[in-house]
């Protein structure tokens, strides 16, 4: 039923996605990954407290998934509780340090706690992790720049905007225009 869920919610037939993915939990509650495809119809369906709750659930019930605890860390700095969002993409990094866009994340809720020194580590190492990512692009101008710190304050009041991989794992735009 996970995989069914999976499939209907990449389909974008979310209705049925979320009783595939219900039905899925009802035979096993401890399905994290159920959770987390709960959490992503949640939030395609515009319900970003739910899919928060979504999320929640998928960490608790799988708290060795990177990218739950990913997934949970860009939503919670989607909605701006920043430190929780830290907490979370930490978690993540933990995990699994190898993923870029997990510190770009990261980057974007330490900017987003205007704690600028440490997103900028965040995004350095995002960029050492994938230095030929054009979705980096933002990344690579801090680093050119020898005071990149000026540039996150002014991009402080930005709002990122959040996008889904196909992977399941929220990932947050690039672009600031």
């Known amino acids: 039923m996970l995989a069914l869920g999976m499939i209907f919610r990449r389909q974008k037939k979310y209705e049925l996605a979320e009783l595939a993915l219900n039905q899925a939990l009802g035979m096993d509650a401890g399905l994290g990954m159920a959770f987390n495809e709960i959490g992503l119809v949640q939030l395609a369906l515009g319900d970003k407290a739910k899919a928060v709750q979504a999320f929640e659930k998928a960490a608790a019930a799988s708290p060795g998934v990177a990218a739950i605890h990913n997934n949970l860390g860009a939503l919670r700095n989607e909605v701006g509780a920043f430190k929780a969002a830290i907490e979370s993409l930490q978690r993540a990094i933990a995990l699994d340090s190898q993923q870029p ?35 980096l692009r933002h990344c690579e101008r801090f680093g050119r720049r020898q005071r990149p710190l000026g540039a996150l304050k002014r991009l402080a009041d930005r709002r990122p905007l959040l996008g889904l991989s196909g992977h399941g794992t929220i990932l947050v735009r690039t672009s600031y225009s």
């Open 101 to 135: 866009s997990y510190h770009l994340n990261l980057g974007n809720a330490l900017r987003g706690d205007q704690q600028y020194p440490e997103a900028e580590k965040a995004y350095r190492q995002a960029l050492e992790l994938a230095p030929g990512d054009g979705s």
